[in-house]
């Protein structure tokens, strides 16, 4: 048994027990190397010989027995050398024997049944112990939090506060958008678009829904101009707590086909917008500790397809890029991200494209997209793929083999669904 107790105070000539142990273990040295331990003296004038040597008139103990007893061997020669200056070599003899012998004969170990054990540090090895339990437990309830939240209904988030942003919300899934924040009771509604005449469409909407919206041309690709119109929304309807990057062009041709304009206007609204955007708003969000960054991509981020490598790179960069960010984000109280993946949706701006089997995989509706992205807004779901069958398509790219995968997208004619494609006209 191990105790911990206050020192013990032990009256005892010092002096002399060093020297009984000293001359102990003299005599059992002698006896076990005989000549080839060298003496010194203990005390006593010394005097110089013939050869001129130092020698002493009082011989008690050998010399090994002032060296310290440590591994360090030639810290041993040392003391040697520095108490025998022009010694001969029988000191070294000496403690090479003696090293090899303790190599071979087992040592004699320190009873420790008498002792009392002082251990410290034992806080350190408890906060060890504990991380090295704790953490495996740890994933292990988040992942049953994660599922119970699947069947079980969950508190939504209070919208009746948030000031919304939406980028591209004139049309498609943006308009969807601003409805259905609307809806969900969002105090204000701000949206930023190219085209006028959507805009207007689509805020007249919403303020028939009772909601306040405005809305501000601004082409997000341009940074200037993002800066800029990001001061006149704060000027005119306050501090946006909700920002919802929805803004994204495509090309829809091959790298060789594709113009080098048109690949840098993909990267610059698809990708750049997103940084511009969040820069713009997400200081403010940080000093009041309430916000919260939405990226409307798509699943093409993680699966590309052909025909349209200015929309996948820039989508695989969005997400890449909110990856990251929602990882800074993790230590800010009050500010979160959220990323949406949805599957093909049936909007202009990808009007043309065929799957093989759209019976098995039809193309998600606006209106969908919308609502459940709004309701992982409320959820703070960090990530959203559409339809739930994505999560298999991410595991199988994962672990198949790249000859299995392009039988499967040969198979669902992922090669050719773009050879349709028109766009938004």
Same mark, same amino acid.
């Given at each position: 048994?191990?105790?911990?107790?206050?020192? #013990?105070?032990?009256? /005892? &000539? /010092?002096?002399?027990?060093?020297?009984?142990?000293?001359?102990?273990?003299?005599?059992?040295?002698?006896?076990?190397?005989?000549?080839?331990?060298?003496?010194?003296?203990?005390?006593?004038?010394?005097?110089?010989?013939?050869?001129?040597?130092?020698?002493?008139?009082?011989? !008690?103990? +050998?010399?090994?027995?002032?060296?310290?007893?440590?591994?360090?061997?030639?810290?041993?020669?040392?003391?040697?050398?520095?108490?025998?200056?022009?010694?001969?070599?029988?000191?070294?003899?000496?403690?090479?024997?003696?090293?090899?012998?303790?190599?071979?004969? +087992?040592?004699?170990?320190?009873?420790?049944?008498?002792?009392?054990?002082?251990?410290?540090?034992?806080?350190?090895?408890?906060?060890?112990?504990?991380?090295?339990?704790?953490?495996?437990?740890?994933? %292990?309830?988040?992942?049953?939090?994660? *599922?119970?939240?699947?069947?079980?209904?969950?508190?939504?988030?209070?919208? $009746?506060?948030?000031?919304?942003?939406?980028?591209?919300?004139?049309?498609?899934?943006?308009?969807?958008?601003?409805?259905?924040?609307?809806?969900?009771?969002?105090?204000?509604? /701000?949206?930023?678009?190219? !085209?006028?005449?959507? #805009?207007?469409?689509?805020? =007249?909407?919403?303020?028939?829904?009772? @909601?306040?919206?405005?809305?501000?041309?601004?082409?997000?690709?341009?940074?200037?101009?993002?800066?800029?119109?990001?001061?006149?929304?704060?000027?005119?309807?306050?501090?946006?707590?909700? #920002?919802?990057?929805?803004?994204?062009?495509?090309?829809?041709?091959?790298?060789?086909?594709?113009?080098?304009?048109?690949?840098?206007?993909?990267?610059?609204?698809?990708?750049?917008?997103?940084?511009? @955007?969040?820069?713009?708003?997400?200081?403010?969000?940080?000093?009041?500790?309430?916000?919260? %960054?939405?990226?409307? &991509?798509?699943?093409?981020?993680?699966?590309?397809? +052909?025909?349209?490598?200015?929309?996948?790179? $820039?989508?695989?960069?969005?997400?890449?890029?909110?990856?990251?960010?929602?990882?800074?984000?993790?230590?800010?109280?009050?500010?979160?991200?959220?990323?949406?993946?949805?599957?093909?949706?049936?909007?202009?701006?990808?009007?043309?494209?065929?799957?093989?089997?759209? &019976?098995?995989?039809?193309?998600?509706?606006?209106?969908?997209?919308?609502?459940?992205?709004?309701?992982?807004?409320?959820?703070?779901?960090?990530?959203? #793929?559409?339809?739930?069958?994505?999560?298999?398509?991410?595991?199988?790219?994962?672990?198949?083999?790249? *000859?299995?995968? =392009?039988?499967?997208?040969?198979?669902?004619?992922?090669?050719?669904?773009?050879?349709?494609?028109?766009?938004?006209?």
């Amino acid at each position: 048994m191990i105790l911990v107790m206050p020192p #013990l105070r032990v009256d /005892v &000539n /010092v002096g002399q027990a060093l020297r009984s142990i000293s001359r102990e273990r003299a005599r059992r040295q002698s006896l076990l190397f005989g000549g080839l331990c060298p003496t010194v003296a203990s005390e006593g004038p010394s005097r110089a010989t013939p050869s001129g040597s130092c020698s002493t008139t009082a011989i !008690t103990q +050998p010399l090994p027995a002032l060296i310290p007893r440590s591994p360090s061997l030639p810290v041993s020669f040392l003391v040697l050398f520095a108490s025998r200056p022009g010694g001969d070599a029988r000191p070294i003899i000496y403690l090479v024997a003696k090293a090899a012998v303790g190599l071979v004969l +087992p040592a004699k170990l320190r009873d420790l049944s008498r002792e009392n054990v002082l251990i410290t540090g034992g806080t350190v090895v408890w906060k060890w112990l504990g991380a090295l339990v704790g953490f495996p437990l740890q994933i %292990i309830y988040l992942v049953a939090k994660a *599922a119970v939240g699947l069947v079980l209904p969950a508190k939504l988030r209070d919208l $009746s506060r948030e000031n919304v942003l939406i980028t591209g919300g004139g049309r498609g899934i943006g308009r969807q958008l601003a409805r259905e924040f609307a809806e969900r009771g969002a105090r204000k509604i /701000v949206l930023w678009g190219r !085209t006028e005449k959507c #805009l207007k469409e689509t805020t =007249e909407e919403i303020r028939q829904m009772g @909601t306040e919206c405005h809305y501000f041309i601004c082409d997000v690709g341009n940074r200037e101009e993002v800066y800029q119109t990001a001061k006149a929304v704060r000027e005119k309807v306050g501090d946006i707590t909700i #920002l919802v990057n929805n803004a994204a062009v495509v090309h829809g041709k091959s790298l060789m086909d594709s113009d080098d304009d048109a690949l840098l206007k993909s990267q610059h609204i698809n990708t750049l917008g997103q940084f511009w @955007t969040t820069k713009a708003f997400l200081p403010r969000m940080l000093e009041l500790q309430n916000g919260h %960054i939405v990226c409307l &991509n798509s699943v093409l981020a993680l699966s590309a397809i +052909p025909g349209a490598i200015d929309y996948c790179t $820039s989508k695989a960069s969005a997400f890449a890029f909110m990856e990251s960010l929602t990882l800074g984000l993790l230590d800010c109280p009050g500010v979160s991200a959220t990323t949406v993946l949805p599957f093909h949706t049936s909007t202009e701006m990808f009007q043309g494209m065929r799957v093989r089997f759209p &019976n098995l995989f039809p193309p998600l509706k606006p209106e969908t997209v919308a609502r459940r992205t709004v309701e992982a807004v409320q959820l703070n779901q960090a990530l959203l #793929l559409l339809p739930w069958t994505m999560h298999a398509l991410i595991i199988l790219k994962s672990i198949l083999p790249q *000859a299995a995968l =392009e039988e499967i997208y040969r198979f669902s004619g992922t090669y050719t669904c773009m050879n349709t494609f028109k766009g938004r006209t």
